[in-house]
């Protein structure tokens, strides 16, 4: 029986680095990304293919997807795992343009150019495509206002990819996890010192304000429990293998309550409740 195919995003580390790994454990062939060459010899360590993709750049793209159609072969890709993801923190009127833009290309717009390429593999193998989301779609934090506004654009798209495709033997689920201690956690706490020091003349009434408030959602986030990344690639690749899958899978625990209370409950009770804890420095956004 030839093994089955899975394409994974964003893999030098983190969440795509375990998911690869633990969908070896699990007997897939399994196609890689990393933007530097170097960063894909844990992946060849255990036994994955390599593949360079710069999600910003649609030549990067566009050459990735003829090689990953061609590594495909007759068999196809039975899954393709959208997990590439960055994070610029900031208060919202303090982020620039390119912070917007940079979030949205990784987030949102390369999730959809890596799956349109891949759109002939996954038809032919009748596949599935996992969409890695975050809790921030449906409960945006302070400072993470574009992050969760990417985030939410792409549950927004993958739904409408669901509706589109679903006639042509696709399946389609989008995870939803909470926080864990991965290395788009660290980068994201390191570029919240950015906005400290100098700012713009038209953010300097509010400068004392929004450096409290970062500081606050820092150490809020420092503090807390994180969960295990390899708990998050088992749940990912029981996705994968499911015969059926929901639409919406918030992981188990926090994020799985979180979405239930903000369906129930009114949002402005829900902010409250999300300030109390910040302020305690007891947010809890995973498990």
Not at 5 to 34: D, N, Q
Request: glycine content about 8%.
């Amino acid at each position: 029986m030839t093994a089955r195919r899975m394409v994974i995003t964003g893999c030098s580390s983190g969440f795509g680095l375990e998911v690869a790994r633990e969908a070896r454990t699990r007997g897939w062939h399994v196609l890689g990304t990393v933007r530097r060459q170097e960063d894909g010899a844990k992946l060849e360590e255990f036994g994955c293919d390599v593949a360079l993709l710069d999600l910003c750049d649609e030549a990067s793209t566009e050459a990735f997807g003829a090689n990953a159609r061609a590594w495909a072969q007759e068999a196809g890709v039975h899954c393709l795992v959208n997990n590439a993801g960055t994070s610029f923190p900031g208060p919202t009127i303090a982020l620039t343009r390119d912070d917007f833009r940079a979030q949205f290309e990784v987030n949102t717009i390369g999730h959809m150019r890596v799956t349109r390429q891949l759109m002939p593999s996954l038809v032919q193998a009748q596949g599935r495509v996992l969409f890695i989301s975050s809790v921030s779609a449906f409960l945006p934090t302070p400072m993470l206002g574009a992050y969760a506004a990417s985030k939410r654009a792409l549950e927004a798209l993958a739904e409408a990819f669901c509706l589109e495709t679903e006639a042509l033997g696709l399946s389609t689920c989008i995870i939803e996890p909470g926080s864990y201690r991965t290395q788009i956690w660290k980068t994201s706490v390191a570029r919240g010192e950015a906005y400290r020091g100098e700012r713009p003349e038209v953010e300097k009434p509010f400068q004392d304000y929004f450096e409290s408030l970062a500081e606050m959602t820092k150490q809020a986030a420092l503090s807390q429990p994180m969960g295990k990344p390899q708990n998050l690639a088992r749940f990912v690749l029981d996705q994968a293998e499911a015969k059926n899958v929901p639409l919406y899978a918030p992981t188990p625990g926090a994020p799985r309550t979180m979405r239930f209370f903000r369906w129930l409950m009114p949002a402005r009770w829900l902010h409250g409740k999300v300030m109390q804890q910040l302020r305690r420095g007891r947010w809890r956004g995973g498990d």
